[in-house]
């Protein structure tokens, strides 16, 4: 074994950042940004003026809750995929009272389990009970005897999936047992201006936040990045309906990443994330493909996101 090969802690990590960096063009899944830092940095990113779908999509719950509750039943169980810290989710813990358990579900472990701990404590009438899990592959909840299942699955975050993908796992989500409703926060198409900048704000939150991934990887993979040789690029991809994150190398460069090392041209990028954008017709017939039916569709005044009630 040597040196480098010692310093992986992270095997997945190390496997995925091989093969995606071997490949042409280069890439990364999206959900390695979120380590305790990512997680946190995130959560700076729905402060920022720029970043207007988390407080735009918090608006919507907050104003439309008693339409959204009409769609949960009594004893309910809410299931949040990618969670986060939780901070909408109040609203709905606040405003439901017919909620039985809450079930966060994410792969940021940590913050995961500090944010749990806190809602517990809050909500003690609650069983709140967090899953580690990667939602690309079938999610296992945790025993819930007969309680119906709410989804809630906000932030727009089924926009980083290619829509193939998206439906997928909405498909997926229909098979959990007693799944009845959920509720699905969707980013709409609108002026690339107004997107881009979403992605790439003035003081740099979301450029640090891109640039963590080679922080992580050199941390946990071993890898040797220069982060001053890379910069965050953000930019609208028309055809494919999506906002991209991209790492653009500055220089002609050979990076060790573990036991490999991998070549950069001046101006290669790593593709980090894709954002997918939707209208309202196009993301009902992908729900509608995966199996659920729409129920009710909230909006705000600018008709800047979507929040989809969906049923089975
Ligand atoms: C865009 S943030 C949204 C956070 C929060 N739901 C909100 O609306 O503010 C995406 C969240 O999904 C989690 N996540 C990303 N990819 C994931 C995956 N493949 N499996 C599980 N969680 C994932 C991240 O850790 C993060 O908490």
């Known amino acids: 074994m040597d040196a480098s090969t010692s310093r992986i802690t992270n095997r997945a990590l190390h496997s995925d950042a091989v093969a995606g960096l071997s490949q042409t063009p280069k890439g990364l899944s999206p959900k390695w940004f979120y380590d305790a830092l990512g997680s946190e940095i995130f959560e700076e990113i729905t402060q920022l ?39 909408k989710t109040r609203l709905l813990l606040d405003g439901l009272p017919q909620l039985s358990a809450y079930v966060p579900v994410d792969i940021s472990e940590d913050f995961l389990h500090a944010t749990a701990s806190d809602l517990a404590a809050d909500y003690p009438a609650l069983t709140v009970t967090p899953v580690v899990a990667d939602f690309m592959t079938p999610v296992r909840l945790p025993d819930l005897g007969r309680a119906p299942v709410v989804g809630f699955f906000p932030g727009s975050t089924i926009g980083n999936l290619a829509p193939e993908a998206a439906e997928a796992l909405l498909a997926r989500l229909g098979h959990w047992p007693h799944h009845q409703a959920l509720i699905l926060g969707v980013d ?121 009630v969906l049923g089975r």
């Open 188 to 308: 709409l198409v609108k002026a690339p201006e107004t997107l881009v900048a979403a992605y790439d704000d003035a003081q740099g939150v979301t450029a640090r936040f891109n640039l963590n991934l080679l922080t992580r990887l050199n941390r946990e993979v071993g890898a040797e990045f220069d982060l001053d040789t890379f910069r965050h690029l953000a930019l609208w991809n028309a055809g494919e309906a999506r906002v991209e994150m991209h790492l653009e190398s500055q220089n002609d460069q050979v990076v060790r990443v573990g036991d490999e090392l991998v070549a950069f041209a001046p101006g290669e990028t790593i593709h980090t994330e894709n954002s997918h954008k939707y209208t309202v017709e196009r993301l009902s017939d992908l729900a509608t493909s995966a199996g659920w039916r729409v129920d009710d569709f909230l909006t705000d005044a600018d008709g800047l996101f979507g929040v989809f």
């Open 49 to 87: 003026a720029e970043y207007y779908p988390a407080r735009t999509e918090r608006a919507i719950l907050e104003a439309q809750l008693p339409r959204i509750a009409a769609h949960v039943p009594e004893g309910a169980a809410l299931v949040e995929l990618g969670s986060g810290a939780s901070v």
